[in-house]
């Protein structure tokens, strides 16, 4: 068994997934890390087994399995039986009316929220992305690349790290085999990374570079996606040379705010802090006397912009999350959700228990 957890490590298996499973129910079956998520069944792969596998249904969106998850198979038909907890999961409204939660990626480690040391180099995006990774409960690294054109590299690190309290920040030449090295922490055995940015900021590039292959086009030129139809005939998850893996799908290259207030407020925690000392607890930092928002813009240590990007994405996700907890009146997913969140939170603050 110590044996089989070991090779496990290789995908990314952790205590945190150990504990969940009982001696017998580990016996018993094969845990299994979801690859790709097709119409008609799972790519899975594990030490002993990787191929085709049916679905696993689930009474909710979110009980469903997504890339990244981990699953434990039936040991000879390799049928899914049970979906493990997840220690991140990223998320979106689905596309349609209806506004159903999309799953877009599970259990990875970190974000690269990647831009560039030039005219591309935009807060407001790079804020947007920050708030995804708080609201899935992954790290972010700011990823700027093209270092190598830019005449004051220092200029963009500083102003990156005016956007986030902590964050962590790495500027790179995408093409030079040198950035796997600057990215090696986060790219080791067992790690699990995704990456987002606009167009042309070097995804495909940095991707070819950590897996040491050329397994993505960088001409820069878009993929061709009809609507909502995505023709990706290729593997959602790539290997990394330095033995991590690297979450690749065209869901994480689309993703917008859904239902993010935790994550927006974990990027903007300066304002949120500030907006706890306003004199009213309703003030909407306006006119309001004792307003401590519109005091920091005054005397210079807010920038108003930065409050400007802070409504826009609350306004933003107020209009997502008001379709959402529509839905989730309707099911039971809300009392799971908040059983999950507990735990999560419990385990969190009790490593004892992982
Ligand atoms: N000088 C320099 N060029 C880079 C760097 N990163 C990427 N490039 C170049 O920028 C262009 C675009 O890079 P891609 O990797 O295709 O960008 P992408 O993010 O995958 O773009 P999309 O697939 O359109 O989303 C290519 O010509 C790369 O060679 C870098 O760090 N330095
Ligand atoms: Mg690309
Ligand atoms: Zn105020």
Same mark, same amino acid.
């Given at each position: 068994?110590?044996?089989?957890?070991?090779?496990?490590?290789?995908?990314?298996?952790?205590?945190?997934?150990?504990?969940?499973?009982?001696?017998?129910?580990?016996?018993?079956?094969?845990?299994?890390? #979801?690859?790709?998520?097709?119409?008609?069944?799972?790519?899975?792969?594990?030490?002993?087994?990787?191929?085709?596998?049916?679905?696993?249904?689930?009474?909710?969106?979110?009980?469903?399995?997504?890339?990244?998850?981990?699953?434990?198979?039936?040991?000879?038909?390799?049928?899914?039986?049970?979906?493990?907890?997840?220690?991140?999961?990223?998320?979106?409204?689905?596309?349609?009316?209806?506004?159903?939660?999309?799953?877009?990626?599970?259990?990875?480690?970190?974000?690269?929220?990647?831009?560039?040391?030039?005219?591309?180099?935009?807060?407001?995006?790079?804020?947007?992305?920050?708030?995804?990774?708080?609201?899935?409960?992954?790290?972010?690294?700011?990823?700027?690349?093209?270092?190598?054109?830019?005449?004051?590299?220092?200029?963009?690190?500083?102003?990156?790290?005016?956007?986030?309290? !902590?964050?962590? +920040?790495?500027?790179?030449?995408?093409?030079?085999?040198?950035?796997?090295?600057?990215?090696?922490?986060?790219?080791?055995?067992?790690?699990?990374?995704?990456?987002? !940015?606009?167009?042309?900021?070097?995804?495909?590039?940095? #991707?070819?570079?950590?897996?040491?292959?050329?397994?993505?086009?960088?001409?820069?030129?878009?993929?061709?996606?009809?609507?909502?139809?995505?023709?990706?005939?290729?593997?959602?998850?790539?290997?990394?040379?330095?033995?991590?893996?690297?979450?690749?799908?065209? !869901?994480?290259?689309?993703?917008?705010?859904?239902?993010?207030?935790?994550?927006?407020?974990?990027?903007?925690?300066?304002?949120?802090?500030?907006?706890?000392?306003?004199?009213?607890?309703?003030?909407?930092?306006?006119?309001?006397?004792?307003?401590?928002?519109?005091?920091? +813009?005054?005397?210079?240590?807010?920038?108003?912009?930065?409050?400007?990007?802070?409504?826009?994405?609350?306004?933003?996700?107020?209009?997502?999350?008001?379709?959402?907890?529509?839905?989730?009146?309707?099911?039971?997913?809300? !009392?799971?959700?908040?059983?999950?969140?507990?735990?999560?939170?419990?385990?969190?603050?009790?490593?004892?228990?992982?």
């Amino acid at each position: 068994m110590t044996h089989q957890t070991d090779d496990l490590a290789d995908y990314g298996w952790t205590p945190f997934f150990q504990s969940q499973v009982g001696i017998d129910e580990f016996d018993a079956t094969l845990p299994a890390r #979801v690859l790709a998520v097709h119409r008609g069944g799972l790519d899975v792969a594990q030490p002993a087994f990787s191929g085709r596998i049916a679905t696993l249904d689930g009474p909710d969106d979110e009980d469903r399995p997504t890339v990244g998850d981990w699953l434990l198979l039936d040991r000879t038909t390799h049928m899914p039986r049970r979906l493990l907890d997840r220690t991140s999961v990223f998320k979106r409204k689905a596309a349609g009316s209806d506004r159903r939660v999309q799953l877009i990626a599970a259990n990875v480690d970190t974000l690269f929220v990647m831009s560039s040391c030039n005219q591309d180099f935009n807060p407001a995006r790079i804020e947007r992305y920050l708030a995804l990774a708080h609201e899935a409960e992954v790290t972010p690294l700011l990823v700027l690349t093209k270092a190598d054109l830019a005449d004051d590299v220092d200029d963009y690190r500083q102003r990156a790290s005016a956007l986030s309290p !902590g964050l962590l +920040i790495e500027t790179l030449d995408a093409r030079d085999g040198h950035a796997a090295e600057t990215l090696l922490p986060w790219c080791g055995r067992g790690q699990t990374v995704a990456l987002v !940015g606009s167009s042309g900021v070097g995804k495909s590039t940095l #991707v070819n570079t950590l897996t040491g292959q050329d397994v993505q086009d960088t001409k820069g030129i878009r993929e061709d996606d009809a609507k909502g139809r995505h023709t990706t005939t290729g593997r959602s998850m790539h290997r990394l040379s330095a033995g991590g893996w690297l979450l690749d799908t065209p !869901g994480m290259r689309e993703l917008q705010l859904a239902d993010v207030a935790a994550g927006v407020d974990g990027v903007f925690e300066d304002v949120v802090a500030l907006t706890q000392s306003c004199r009213f607890t309703d003030c909407r930092h306006e006119t309001e006397p004792g307003c401590a928002v519109r005091a920091a +813009i005054e005397d210079g240590s807010l920038d108003p912009d930065r409050l400007k990007r802070y409504r826009k994405l609350q306004a933003e996700d107020a209009f997502n999350s008001s379709t959402l907890a529509e839905r989730r009146a309707r099911g039971r997913a809300f !009392g799971r959700m908040v059983k999950d969140v507990m735990k999560h939170k419990r385990a969190l603050s009790d490593p004892g228990l992982d």
